[in-house]
């Protein structure tokens, strides 16, 4: 959403998978942002995150929109290698 709003083109679904591990504003370097947009890139990125429910619920697809930061998901196996390292 970030992008779009600075008029910047939507990377697809491959791109976007990059998006995942580096920081946004590397992602945003990487796909071309022009230097003066980058760091309100950030900012729009982080108020889409925490801030403002933009995103539509995908447990609740007819209700009320939900922020970015809850649409986030724990990779899976994740719980369990963190379990055996605890017993670790």
Do not use: C, H
């Amino acid at each position: 959403r970030a992008m779009s709003d600075l008029g910047m083109q939507i990377p697809d679904d491959e791109e976007m998978m990059r998006f995942v591990g580096p920081s946004i504003l590397e992602s945003f370097q990487r796909n071309g942002m022009p230097e003066d947009l980058q760091l309100e890139g950030v900012k729009l990125y982080r108020k889409y995150y925490s801030e403002v429910a933009t995103f539509t619920d995908p447990k609740n697809p007819s209700g009320s929109k939900i922020t970015g930061s809850l649409l986030n998901k724990v990779y899976e196996g994740i719980p369990e290698q963190l379990k055996k390292l605890r017993e670790s």
